[in-house]
């Protein structure tokens, strides 16, 4: 009887933190029309230079951002800490995960090395920051076209569900601490840009991506009851034949070198877990969303502008089925994209879409707007005015 115990206090929770939030359900005419786009980007930029030795790449983020960083490990310490007071967990995290970081692939074991000695951040710690992201993201990605066939790719990042809810101010703890660690990074091979992305510093996987002119990519947790984090935990009791999935997306904006090639990767390589990856390419007619169980593909989801398919948007949920009724952020994203009309789309218009609650909730952490055409990236940090949806 524990899944059904589970379920109700997982309700109950919900219940609880919605109306601690003080939540109002949306009214109907609830898209944004215009004027939330109002500043620039406020997310610094840094170069990671991949020349350098994987131990020496991320230095200059580290040392802007280490009192960030301990921050944040220290309000996971402290949740951990009243979660499981035995202190079993930090036993864990400091006995066990510094020797994960063996089981890691080159180039990400050295990296990681490397962010800990800059940051004074023990290994096993930064080896849990690590893994926390690909086990703990929700979120919005969405490609459009234009009428003159330009892509867009867009996407919010919600991090922190269940990370401690702060009654008083309303938030989530983990999701606050996040924000300050939220950079753009430009990486550099022979001085040139390879791709840039949107990170949190000391994480060396990628969840959110552009290869200049190429194609751009995205990623979003894919939570399933079967196969789900089986695969990580059978890499940490020693069977690793899979990918970590934040590994590949990094893989793939650094190596690939045309959506097509980046497709095929993402859609073949064997991964620890269940993941939805949000392809655009540079051509008109070029965005995926492709479903991934550990072993392969299910049925993608390509833009088919003919038929009135001119955007693809993927939120944590399959496209064929329907999302969780206490978390559909996919109907009134979608709800506000057949609003604003093909006609319509930009930057700008994309930026309203994604300030729309609750595709804007208490998690939302950044939205990053990139446009291939241009080459461009560009990210804000976001915060949600009250009232507004916990996620
Ligand atoms: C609550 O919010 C205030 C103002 O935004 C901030 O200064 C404070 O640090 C927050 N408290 C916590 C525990 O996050
Ligand atoms: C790298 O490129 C930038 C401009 O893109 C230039 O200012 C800089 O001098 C170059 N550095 C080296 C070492 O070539
Ligand atoms: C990309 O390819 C280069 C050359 O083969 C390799 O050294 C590097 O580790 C690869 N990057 C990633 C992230 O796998
Ligand atoms: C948006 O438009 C598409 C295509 O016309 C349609 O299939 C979908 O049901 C619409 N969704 C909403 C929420 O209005």
């Not at 430009?186 to 990170?199: A, E, G, P």
Request: charged share 20%.
């Amino acid at each position: 009887m524990i899944p059904k115990l589970n379920l109700c206090c997982f309700i109950l929770s919900f219940v609880f933190i919605c109306l601690s939030a003080q939540y109002v359900p949306p009214n109907k005419n609830m898209c944004i029309i215009s004027g939330s786009f109002r500043f620039k980007g406020d997310v610094s930029w840094y170069t990671v230079n991949l020349d350098l030795p994987p131990s020496k790449r991320w230095t200059d983020v580290i040392t802007d951002k280490k009192n960030d960083m301990v921050s944040m490990i220290q309000a996971i310490r402290d949740l951990a800490d009243a979660f499981v007071p035995s202190g079993k967990l930090i036993d864990l995290v400091d006995k066990d995960l510094p020797l994960m970081v063996d089981t890691l692939p080159y180039p990400f074991n050295e990296e990681i090395r490397g962010i800990a000695s800059a940051s004074g951040v023990s290994l096993g710690e930064v080896v849990l920051f690590n893994i926390f992201y690909e086990v703990f993201t929700v979120c919005t990605s969405l490609v459009a076209e234009d009428v003159n066939g330009n892509l867009i790719h867009a996407r919010n990042l919600d991090f922190g569900l269940f990370m401690g809810w702060d009654l008083k101010n309303r938030s989530w703890i983990i999701t606050e601490k996040l924000k300050p660690l939220v950079v753009n990074i430009d990486f550099r091979r022979n001085n040139q840009t390879v791709f840039k992305s949107t990170n949190f510093a000391g994480y060396v996987g990628m969840l959110t991506g552009i290869h200049p002119r190429s194609f751009t990519l995205t990623m979003n947790e894919r939570f399933t009851l079967d196969g789900g984090y089986i695969g990580i935990l059978e890499w940490i009791l020693g069977k690793r034949d899979g990918m970590w999935m934040s590994f590949l997306t990094r893989s793939v904006l650094e190596n690939a070198t045309s959506y097509e090639s980046a497709k095929a990767l993402l859609s073949d390589t064997k991964l620890l877990a269940p993941a939805y990856f949000i392809l655009g390419g540079n051509q008109p007619g070029q965005a995926c969303i492709i479903t991934r169980s550990r072993t392969h593909s299910i049925n993608p989801l390509e833009l088919d502008v003919k038929n009135g398919r001119w955007y693809v948007l993927e939120t944590n949920y399959d496209h064929w089925k329907e999302p969780l009724f206490l978390d559909d952020r996919r109907t009134p994203a979608m709800k506000c994209m057949n609003q604003t009309t093909q006609a319509d789309i930009s930057i700008k218009t994309v930026y309203d879409v994604l300030s729309t609650k609750p595709v804007l909730n208490k998690l939302t952490t950044y939205t990053t707007l990139m446009e291939v055409s241009k080459g461009t990236l560009e990210s804000y940090i976001r915060d949600c005015p009250n009232p507004c949806m916990p996620w």
